[in-house]
């Protein structure tokens, strides 16, 4: 029986990998997964064999790796960021039951929230929502009501799929939910091929994203209340009971 | 003039680190941080001069590894799991302005949510909160109201900080605010020194989750409704319209 590696790589440059997912994908026979990922890592390994399938076929590819794992063989699926965060371990995992003998480990990789926060500074330093702009899986009723509660909880957000080429106002209509507990002047950014060629980034308001057209490439960072600017960075305290100079204080 | 890298290094193994940490790491003269996470990075790099302080003496770290950086020094405030997630990027950048000159450069890690939800599965795999259940800097009751409406928008939730030595029914009162809206067999999950030695993880439900004892060293998982167990293994699909097989003929 073999095992199967579902493997977070980061945003895709090679320094993002943790050791831990480079070991695993040395220390696979076959690395699967959406062509574009597989295309980072691949180079590293030119030896390997690879399996990839688009966008849109990805249980197949779930099906082949767990299969290749039962006769034996030891397999990385590649994700791209983190593994779980709407990643392929939870598909992996549902459909393990079907192949008994396969062991499966799942390692973790920085996913995009953290990637394109740490381009921006800190807009996820205190409690934050990752939520999904993507209707294809998930009912916009059910994406708009965590919206409203991501804003009525005062959380930051990041948004993840902020645009899609059926439906491209995806992200005028969050920032518009979002401006029903959330003022115009709010901090926001935007992260573009982060940790990839032709990285991008940028701070706005609320009022001025409603208005941006974003790519897929992109994830969306809409700040607290208490998001501020320090030194062109965008930043959320951890405290809300002032600056850094109160906290030293009660601290 | 120096520069100032805030490294988050995942969990605390080094395998955890990402290549990039790990060259920031390397490249200073300087590792300041909290001394338990400096105990995980000093022995990788045993000739480096370190300055520590315990948890509550932040803010005189944040300065002194800004001013050694000011003076010329390549400096790394070393993080546990991410730089910017209740990390020290948030403090860093606040104090920046006061140190001109200095280059700083967020390197983001594997945070405790990510590595807990890859030792548990994939109970993060759809959208998801992230809350800090600690009340030091925060008002219990803006904790309660994020709580609430996490628990309103359906989210799956990773909990920071769910003990306290002041107060130690945090988890049970977080646990009472998730049952107004979600039912007590949803599926939890609790991690306990992931990346480091002692690792732990245990599945329960949220009713058990209530009367758990849990520690400062623990990542607390609150299943979304649709979070279920596959093969022992925690997962929150990335789809709300059925099983993969669904989803597969969906798409």
């Known amino acids: 029986m073999g095992r199967l590696f579902v493997v977070g790589i980061g945003p895709g440059k090679e320094k993002y990998l943790t050791i831990e997912a480079r ?6 026979d076959l690395l699967c997964g959406y062509t574009t990922y597989i295309d980072c890592v691949a180079p ?10 688009p966008m849109t076929r990805e249980l197949e590819r ?8 039962q006769h034996g063989s030891t ?18 995992l ?5 192949y008994p003998g396969v062991e499966v480990q799942i390692v973790a990789g920085v996913t995009a929230a953290l990637s394109g926060a740490a381009a921006l500074g800190a807009p996820l330093g205190h409690d934050f929502c990752v939520i999904s702009l993507s209707d294809l899986l998930t009912p916009w009723e059910t994406i708009e009501k965590r919206l409203r509660c991501a804003g009525e909880g005062g959380f930051a957000v990041a948004l993840y799929n902020p645009s899609s080429k059926r439906r ?3 992200l005028s209509r969050a920032c518009d939910i979002l401006r029903e507990s959330r003022d115009g002047a709010t901090l926001c950014g935007i992260a573009r091929n982060i940790g990839r060629d032709g990285e991008e980034k940028r701070v706005l308001t609320l009022a001025e994203l ?9 994830t969306v960072f809409i700040g607290a209340p208490e998001t501020r600017l320090s030194g062109g960075w965008l930043v959320t305290p951890r405290g809300y009971r002032g600056t850094p100079s109160a906290a030293e204080n009660g601290r």
Chains 1, 2 share one sequence.
Request: aromatic share 6%; net charge negative.
């Open 23 to 28: 070991e695993a994908l040395a220390a696979s």
């Open 44 to 53: 590293l390994f030119p030896e390997k064999e690879t399996y990839t399938t």
């Open 62 to 69: 779930c099906r082949h790796a767990l299969s290749e794992a």
């Open 75 to 92: 397999v990385a699926m590649v994700c791209s960021g983190d593994a779980g965060v709407y990643g392929m371990a939870a598909p992996v």
């Open 94 to 98: 549902e459909l393990l039951p079907e």
């Open 168 to 170: 491209g106002d995806h």
């Open 210 to 218: 409603r208005d941006t057209e974003v790519d897929m490439f992109t």
